[in-house]
């Protein structure tokens, strides 16, 4: 009896030291280097790859979104002939294993959209450590600058809209949300564009301790068509693109000249194909909104119609835009691609021009006047 119990016991102490050896290999927590944000280049010949990374303790806590001192931000940076090469020079270099898992953002260069993308777009489909919901952005100016732009209160990078842009969303109606899933779908497709977002550095909306705060802001968009890049195009200049936005949540509307300011509540557009020798398009749009500012007390009429003037200034004016760098920017083309295929060509499809757009139907009701009755 007493020998089965000693090896009753032997047997239990065996798989109890074999689960020990089985942790043995799990590295600890502080020991990699989590890259939160990618950052692609080209030039001379070579792939410019650039790592933002941050330490564990700026990834979780007790107070993530408070922090009682600078976030350190670690920039790491390798060049290669291909994104492997470089992605090889950083790593034969890190002080720590480098784990990719947590990469949110990708900044891709204006020189990688022209004429890389495809190379890209190439290597992150046989890449499993990198995930197709990642952010993209693109960017002209200095990297490295951008990778070192904290969030306000001493926030890390990795708390800042360019890795969760649902309130810059809120804010920000024609910045649509572009993941590497969004950009391969449309990259190869045959008719429409693509829009990539762009991203800069600006000091000119906040200070923090008396000094002023760099922060990152979107300042526009690259648009590419039949893989090629078409052009960029200012922020300001794409407002209308923001009565096309599906993510659309928060909106606002001012009549400067009568110092009237609106809230939009609810859009909803359709484009009509109008049959013809050449494809044309027919854009009804239907607009709520709620006054937020009208100290002059301005007629529900007049407001109505100086609305419709400003939205319809605004959809002509982006349109042209788009014209001028030969990119479907309304992605126009599509409905008929995908509706009227057999009824015209491939090119004639994509002959976007100014007599593309037959109508633009536009009616706006405004629902409510505030805490003031405003006139009818």
């Not at 890209?120 to 960017?139: E, G, H, M, Q, V």
């Not at 391969?184 to 301790?209: A, C, H, Q």
């Not at 090119?347 to 593309?356: A, H, R, V």
Request: charged share 20%; net charge negative; hydrophobic share 40%.
């Amino acid at each position: 009896m007493a020998t089965y119990k000693l090896i009753l016991k032997f047997i239990i102490l065996f798989h109890i030291s074999w689960l020990l050896v089985g942790c043995s290999g799990i590295k600890e927590i502080q020991s990699e280097i989590y890259v939160t944000a990618l950052g692609i280049d080209y030039s001379d010949n070579n792939y410019h790859l650039y790592f933002q990374a941050v330490g564990f303790n700026n990834i979780t806590g007790s107070e993530p979104d408070i922090a009682k001192e600078p976030a350190p931000i670690v920039i790491g940076h390798g060049k290669g002939e291909t994104i492997q090469e470089a992605i090889n020079d950083i790593e034969k270099h890190a002080v720590n294993p480098l784990y990719y898992g947590h990469v949110q953002a990708i900044f891709i260069s204006k020189n990688i959209l022209d004429g890389q993308l495809d190379g890209f777009l190439d290597y992150f489909s046989r890449n499993y450590y990198l995930r197709y919901n990642t952010l993209i952005y693109a960017y002209e100016s200095n990297i490295k600058e951008i990778m070192n732009v904290r969030g306000l209160f001493y926030k890390p990078p990795n708390l800042t809209f360019t890795y969760d842009p649902k309130e810059q969303l809120f804010f920000n109606t024609f910045f649509p949300t572009i993941t590497v899933q969004n950009i391969i779908k449309r990259f190869y497709e045959p008719i429409g564009s693509l829009m990539i977002p762009s991203i800069d550095v600006t000091d000119n909306y906040w200070d923090e301790d008396s000094n002023a705060k760099k922060i990152l802001s979107i300042n526009g968009a690259y648009f590419l068509a039949n893989q090629k890049l078409q052009g960029w195009i200012h922020e300001e200049e794409l407002s209308g693109l923001d009565w096309f936005n599906k993510e659309f949540s928060n909106m606002k509307l001012s009549i400067k000249e009568k110092s009237v300011s609106m809230s939009i509540d609810h859009i909803n557009h359709q484009t009509k194909i109008v049959d013809g020798k050449m494809p044309k398009y027919d854009i009804n749009l239907q607009v709520n909104a709620s006054i937020t500012e009208n100290p002059n007390n301005l007629a529900r009429k007049e407001i109505e119609q100086e609305m419709k003037a400003i939205i319809l200034a605004q959809i002509q004016g982006s349109f042209q835009k788009g014209l001028e760098i030969n990119a479907d920017i309304f992605n126009l083309s599509e409905k008929a691609y995908r509706f009227k295929s057999t009824t015209w060509t491939k090119e004639e499809i994509k002959d976007i021009t100014n007599t593309s757009i037959h109508q633009i139907n536009i009616k706006v009701f405004v629902k409510d006047g505030g805490a003031i009755k405003i006139i009818k």
